[in-house]
């Protein structure tokens, strides 16, 4: 029999079946859209965390106090709990390597901003000039905070969009005093509206000179350094060149954590990787119960067309080419409802990323291409043996039953 | 051209043997016209399913053109029964969802004949059973005569040597049987060698050879008969 016979017959017989076909199809594509749809969800979350992750800035390290025993990241390093401080002259020695481009001292605190007896309370970052390049942030209007020393405590605020509208509404905001704590700052400019940091909208804090900071929260330490490398293939040695001065500087105790925004970025990557993995596995079972759904129907449609395969055979069809009909019958099948569940799919993770823009969500190449070849293979799996009762079918006793 | 030699089939039901061929020894020249008459059960379609190659003798030998048959595998017997065996049976048996010409062309399909070959061997056998304005036709839209000459068709497209026919008539009103047994007939005629089961005596009387079986065996042959006559 040649193929495209073998491919007619098997599509005149599903189309003689209507009902069995559409049922067999439905089962088979919601398998295979409900693959897509959850991988692609899984790999929404990734991409959009590894997104927010790349907006802290490109090739930035960054310094914790305290060690962490593991290299990686854990929630006590996320926490921020600071055993030994890191202090202003710590980062001023990160800024003596060839590597390093820039450095940010990073302090924060919360406390209430003041402005003609408006009042709210505000996050406050306390950094230096570089924290606009290295968070690749920008101003709307004004200048961020002066390229001073470090230990200068210029009375100067950087705010942010929403702060500014809070507070001034309409008024003009630079060059006014407002009143952070017990102190006054003079707004000399206002954050665009770009600009996100994990877990703080930007918009919503107020930046000051990190000497201020330190004077206005009364403490000696820093929360964070963030230290930018000059290149990618920079960032290993100044991550070396970090903890040895930092060492060398806490009389010889490893008393920091620097993490890499790689290696953040892997551990998510490898979680979301994984929970992406365990929803498509989940999914694939619903491919599997399809297959049993066509064993089923195709054991039916086996013992329905009992007298057709007796037929068959007297017509001199071998057990081979039983098998082969039957096989293609179930091939085709598994095919159009691979091809209308992709169609489903992909239309369903189109919806979700009109309904959520911030959630990429597309399945990946490699979820897509498992559940064609899941589902192909379930199909023809499951309707081997099926197929296999056909073919031993003794063709007298399907000829004579009616 | 069919020789069969001390022929038995047993069947095992529960704990007891039934043989529904006892001994059978039959030789059928070519071109002949033999009926094979006999009560309910006495083994008239085992015979024919066994000349068919659809059933196996559980002992005896089976020489179809002077080559052993019974010792073939499944795949060459499949190919024997497409090129040299025609079947006809009572129930007709054509595939409901395709046509006339469609189910006419199928033994050609299952021997992988290229459709151009195909399409002219289908056409000839339909408009040789008066067909040619049915082939488009679905089983369901066609008489009972008209689907057994479908059914004829179907037997005779591949020009086999054999047609065996099992109650051609059983299931068709008398004018119609009569045409199908004329067709067969006009068949046998042309050179094919034609066996046919039947309750009718009627039909069975037209046949120049006439078998009468028994309890699996065969009880008279016209042709011994006449022969000891
Ligand atoms: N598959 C089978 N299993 C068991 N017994 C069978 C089988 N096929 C046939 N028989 C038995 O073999 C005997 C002959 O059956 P067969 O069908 O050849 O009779 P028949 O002459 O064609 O009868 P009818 O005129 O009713 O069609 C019967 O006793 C029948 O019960
Ligand atoms: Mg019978």
Known sequence: ?402 | MIDLQQIHRNFQVGDQVVHALDDIDLHIAAGEYVSIMGPSGSGKSTLLNLIGLLDRASSGRYLLDGEDVTTLSDIEQAATRNHRIGFVFQAFHLVPRLTAAENVELPLVLAAMPVEQRKPLVARALESLGLSDRAHHKPEQLSGGQRQRVAIARATVTEPAVLLADEPTGNLDHKSGDDVINILESLNKRGITLIVVTHDPEIGGRARRRLEMRDGQIETDSATESQGA
């Open chain 1, 1 to 402: 029999m040649h193929n495209r016979d073998v491919a007619r017959f098997a599509l005149v017989a599903l189309r003689g079946y209507p009902g069995r076909t559409t049922l067999m199809l439905i089962a088979m594509a919601i398998g295979v859209a409900a693959v897509v749809v959850l991988t692609s969800l899984g790999e929404g979350a990734r991409r959009y965390v590894s997104d927010e992750f790349s907006s802290l800035g490109t090739n930035l390290l960054i310094v914790i106090p305290g060690r962490s025993e593991t290299a990686g990241v854990n929630p006590t390093t996320l926490m921020g709990e600071t055993p030994r401080d890191l202090t202003l002259d710590d980062a001023l020695a990160l800024t003596r390597s060839y590597s390093v481009r820039r450095i940010a001292p990073l302090n924060v605190g919360s406390t209430d901003v003041n402005w003609h007896g408006k009042q709210r309370e505000v996050t406050v970052i306390g950094t230096n000039h570089e924290m606009l390049a290295i968070r690749h942030w920008e101003l709307s209007q004004g200048k961020f905070l002066p390229d001073s020393d470090l230990d200068v405590a210029t009375p100067v605020c950087v705010i942010g969009s929403k702060i500014r509208s809070e507070l001034f509404g309409a008024k003009r905001a630079i060059g006014e005093w407002l009143r952070l704590g017990d102190r006054r700052f003079r707004v000399i400019g206002i954050m665009g509206s770009a600009g996100r940091s994990i877990g703080v909208d930007v918009q919503e804090t107020i930046m000051i000179p990190v000497a201020s900071a330190q004077q206005l929260f009364n403490t000696p330490s820093l929360f964070r350094i963030l230290v930018e490398a000059k290149s990618r293939a920079a960032i290993e040695p100044v991550k070396r060149f970090i903890v040895d001065t930092l060492q060398e500087r806490h009389q010889g105790e490893k008393d920091v954590t620097v993490i890499t925004q790689d290696a953040v970025l892997a551990t998510f990557d490898r979680i979301f990787s994984a929970l992406t993995y365990a929803v498509g596995g989940i999914a694939a079972i619903s491919l599997f119960v399809a297959g049993i759904l066509i064993m089923n129907v195709m054991l039916v449609a086996v013992s329905q067309r009992t007298a057709e395969i007796g037929l068959l055979k007297a017509l001199g069809a071998a057990p081979k080419q039983i098998v082969v009909l039957f096989l293609s019958e179930a091939f085709l099948l598994s095919l159009l409802g691979t091809v209308a569940g992709l169609v489903l799919g992909e239309f369903a993770s189109l919806l979700i990323r009109k309904a959520f823009p911030v959630l990429p969500a597309q399945a990946p190449l490699w979820a897509v291409l498992t559940a064609i070849l899941v589902a192909l293979l379930t199909g023809l799996l499951f309707s081997l043996l099926p197929a296999r009762r056909a073919a031993r079918l003794d063709p007298v006793l399907a000829l004579s039953r009616r």
